[in-house]
């Protein structure tokens, strides 16, 4: 496996959504990691016969966005509803329909609050609670991250 084809797998990977990729041949070894945010990516190891020429690793740097002390005072009396997978946020079932919510809309328990598409399948998020919709955290066709924050509810 020569350069070219490392430097056209990791695009691909980067770009596919994948959180990690390992790939063993008869000498070499490689792991590739991706983030969402900013769409960069870590070669964690690059593993090779003795004789070929090692790749250098890429490694950039994104520094996390601090939350003023206020802000989450002020938001600790809403429930935060996450992402469950990586993926891309829809807002909406499809273009030319409405969206599933708004910023106070009344939602049950088991109410579709949005889409996720992950690898070309729609996974629809349901609520597991019931209240109203206080904040949208995430812009409709977003990538998002495991776990990452997308709604505020006011439970009450």
Do not use: W
Request: aromatic fraction near 6%; glycine fraction near 4%.
């Amino acid at each position: 496996m020569d350069l070219k084809e490392i430097q056209n797998l990791i695009k691909f990977v980067s770009n596919s959504g994948v959180a990690e990729v390992k790939l063993e041949m008869d000498d070499v070894k490689i792991t590739i990691r991706t983030t969402l945010e900013g769409n960069s990516h870590d070669v964690t190891y690059v593993q090779q016969a003795p004789m070929q020429q090692a790749l250098p690793q890429a490694a950039p740097a994104i520094a996390p966005v601090a939350t003023t002390p206020a802000a989450s005072d002020e938001n600790s009396k809403y429930v935060t509803i996450k992402s469950p997978i990586i993926g891309t946020f829809y807002r909406k079932p499809a273009p030319d329909k409405p969206m599933f919510v708004e910023v106070g809309s009344s939602i049950g328990k088991g109410d579709v609050l949005c889409v996720i598409e992950a690898m070309k399948l729609f996974n629809e998020i349901e609520s597991e609670i019931s209240g109203k919709i206080v904040k949208i955290l995430v812009d409709d066709m977003s990538p998002v991250e495991f776990d990452q924050p997308l709604f505020l509810v006011d439970p009450s």
